[in-house]
């Protein structure tokens, strides 16, 4: 009689359980610890290099002449301020599918050429 009609002690390990199924759980056990390890790594160096860019952008801020100051707290007081307004970023463009398509061929290549041309022009200088 084989191990595979019988219960053989070497398939069971603790409290009856295969070993098979606790080296799956051992193994389950040790990514967990290696996803909260590589987590907390990475939160660190995060939390340093912010630390590190916020000292870089104090430095960059005190080479500035004070009579550029207040540009420079406009500008960052602004950005500041409009983040808290921006919208979640939103990829659906669906919206303007077929916004031409009530254009004619001809209709629609003028809108091209000019659409290029305006483009050419701000882009150029």
């Known amino acids: 009689e084989s191990c595979v009609t019988r219960k053989c002690p070497a398939q069971f390990g603790v409290g009856g359980i295969p070993n098979l199924t606790l080296e799956r759980m051992y193994y389950s056990i040790t990514i967990k610890i290696l996803q909260i390890l590589i987590q907390t790594i990475k939160q660190k160096y995060e939390d340093k290099l912010m630390t590190i860019l916020r000292e ?10 004070d009579e ?10 602004f950005f500041r301020l409009g983040l808290d ?13 077929g916004a031409w398509s009530d254009m004619s061929d001809t209709q629609f290549a003028a809108y091209e050429t000019e659409w290029q041309r305006r483009r050419q022009q701000v882009f150029v200088r």
């Open 68 to 77: 550029r100051l207040p540009e420079i707290f406009d500008l960052i007081h």
């Open 85 to 97: 307004k921006v919208p979640a970023k939103s990829t659906d463009i669906s919206k303007f599918a």
């Open 56 to 65: 870089q952008l104090i430095e960059e801020i005190q080479q500035i002449p």
